[in-house]
């Protein structure tokens, strides 16, 4: 009996289906005068920011919406980039603020994120969503996490009941992973570099969603067979191929479902960028 492989989840498929109906939304604005736009600032010449960057002001063109790209020399002052950021926050044209990390060492991240007004918080980032995300009322949700969710639902999983193990507690991806798999009734664990059997935990996993930046955390072994396994490492192998966090070729041969790397997480986050976008815009349309 041969062995049963995973289903791909299609990221750039969904992304595309997700995208179209963004396109659709802005037209829907664009009728009333109102065209979605956001702001991108990157500070510094970070070679992977500067993809990532040139990437999501490409996505939004794609999709009509308007964006406004301002590079900065890895010079600038705090107080700069904080007057940037009040200017954006009162600009009627921008619905949506993202400031790229990692920022240059002399500027505090922590309170530049603070100063985008959550309201243009489209990365999610703000202490604001983290709380809205928390008590569950509306916000932004962080743009990774939520792609991830828009996978489990492009497969129709029902998440009710099942048990969920988030391995990484970032902000911006296993803390908040966490809460909106909770908040479809999984029960959910959290691992990190502390805890002290990896493996006792993944095996009673329905979905498992690997998020820490380390290669073959989950190798095949550790998987239940069936599960769904959601792959949001981005790392490089020896030979300098884009790989996630999960041994993709070992897991498939166990997991029900799998995200590939490349192609799978990464196309979404930033159609969930667009999406929040496209969501901040209509918010105030609708003010």
Known sequence: MTQATGRLIDGNALSKQL???????????KARGITPGLAVI?????????VYVRNKVKACEDSGLHSVLEKYEAGMSEAALLARIDALNRDPAIHGILVQLP???????????????????VDGFHVASAGALM???????????YGCMKMLESIGYDLKGKHAVVIGRSNIVG?????????????????????????????????IVAAVG?????????????AVV???????????????????EG???????????????????????????MEAAERVAAA
Do not use: Y
């Open 135 to 145: 008590v569950g009322q509306p916000g932004f949700w962080p743009c990774t996490p």
């Open 251 to 277: 897991v498939k041969q166990v997991a029900g479902w799998i995200t590939p790397v490349p192609g799978g997480v990464g196309p979404m986050t930033i159609t969930m960028l667009l999406v929040n976008t």
């Open 42 to 50: 990157l500070v510094g010449d970070n070679p992977a920011s500067q």
């Open 175 to 207: 803390k908040p992973m966490a809460l909106m798999l909770l908040q479809q009734n999984a029960t959910v664990t959290i691992c990190h570099s502390a805890t002290k059997d990896l493996k006792a935990m993944t095996l009673q996993a329905d979905v």
């Open 230 to 248: 959601i792959d949001v490492g981005m790392n490089r192998n020896e030979e300098g191929k884009l790989c996630g966090d999960v041994d993709f």
């Open 214 to 226: 380390k290669r073959k955390v989950l190798t095949a072994d550790m998987v239940k067979p069936g």
């Open 103 to 121: 920022l240059p060492a002399h500027i505090d991240a922590h309170k530049v994120i603070e100063a985008i007004s959550p309201a243009k918080d």
């Open 19 to 29: 995208r179209a109906e963004v396109a659709q939304r802005a037209a829907a604005l």
